[in-house]
């Protein structure tokens, strides 16, 4: 089942990070293509490829998949985690063309008490990117930041 978000809603979301994968589609103008490589013929009429991410989520521990852009990507690669399961807020903004996603970190009881102390960051847009085992990977190398 892939997620599906209706205009300005909000959904919390357990996502396996080291699920992402990437894939390269064309956009078309109302949808998007697969690319198939050499000899791709939206390659050849000379559609523009763009990456797009898939990553395996859990909502209410019912298994789904949700495929994004490079924005939503960015948000994941500056998150700070442990494991390569993180609790996230997952809205999308506008509709059509203009749809945007924001994703936040859930932050639990313990992780608020560890960033009071000093050293520590508060804030998910106060940290620093880091760059570990799952964003360094076959897909890091291709998120602009």
């Known amino acids: 089942m892939w997620l ?19 894939v390269v589609k064309h956009w078309t103008g109302s949808r998007l ?20 991410y898939q990553i395996k989520l859990f909502i209410d521990n019912e298994e789904q998949f949700w495929e994004f852009g490079e924005e939503p990507m960015r948000y994941i690669q500056r998150m700070h985690h442990e494991s390569s399961r993180v609790s996230v807020y997952i809205s999308r903004i506008g509709k059509g063309q203009n749809t945007r996603y924001r994703i936040q970190q859930v932050v639990m009881r313990d992780e608020r008490r560890n960033a009071s102390q000093p050293g520590r960051l508060t804030g998910i847009s106060e940290r620093k990117q880091r760059i570990n085992k799952y964003t360094s990977g076959r897909y890091g190398h291709l998120v602009r930041t």
């Open 33 to 52: 293509e697969p690319c198939f490589g050499t000899g791709c013929p939206l390659c050849i009429r000379g559609i523009p490829r763009r990456w797009r």
């Open 4 to 22: 599906r978000l209706k205009e300005d809603q909000t959904v919390e979301a357990t996502l396996d990070i080291a699920s992402i994968i990437s």
